[in-house]
């Protein structure tokens, strides 16, 4: 499965970014978990928001609640992150990841090992 990430960028704190993962045209975001993850050098990946496309669940860390929104576009194939209110400590390399496995996802959503495939990634940096 290619995710492809898309939409990171450089922007002043209090911006607004709109992250995309799209997928390959013969793979469908349906019955699937759909993740969104970050990193930043030195550091383990931290799971930023999910989505479940089988109940539209949605979850987020505490540090991104009420500033994020997860989203998805079906007819284009594509997840989306919605950030507003970037702040510097947002910066990192952001990545989607798909999965197949809804057990106790309320639980597990934020590991990186509930999920299969992972796109390559797209800088978001944040000046302050």
């Known amino acids: 499965v290619q995710l492809v990430e898309s939409g990171g960028g450089s922007v002043q704190a209090g911006g607004s970014l709109r992250l995309s993962c799209a997928a390959a045209s013969r793979f469908s975001f349906d019955d699937q978990i759909i993740g969104w993850f970050r990193q930043v050098p030195g550091k383990e990946r931290e799971g930023v928001s999910c989505?479940?496309?089988?109940?539209?669940?949605?979850y987020y860390s505490d540090s991104v609640k009420g500033r994020f929104t997860i989203s998805r576009d079906s007819a284009k194939n594509t997840v989306y992150l919605q950030m507003n209110n970037l702040k510097a400590e947002d910066t990192a390399m952001y990545y989607c990841?798909?999965?197949?496995?809804?057990?106790?996802?309320?639980?597990?959503?934020?590991?990186?090992?509930?999920?299969?495939?992972w796109g390559q990634g797209t800088q978001v940096t944040v000046s302050s």
């Open positions: 989505m479940s496309t089988i109940d539209d669940n949605t």
């Open positions: 990841a798909v999965g197949e496995d809804q057990v106790l996802l309320s639980r597990f959503w934020m590991l990186p090992e509930t999920y299969e495939f």
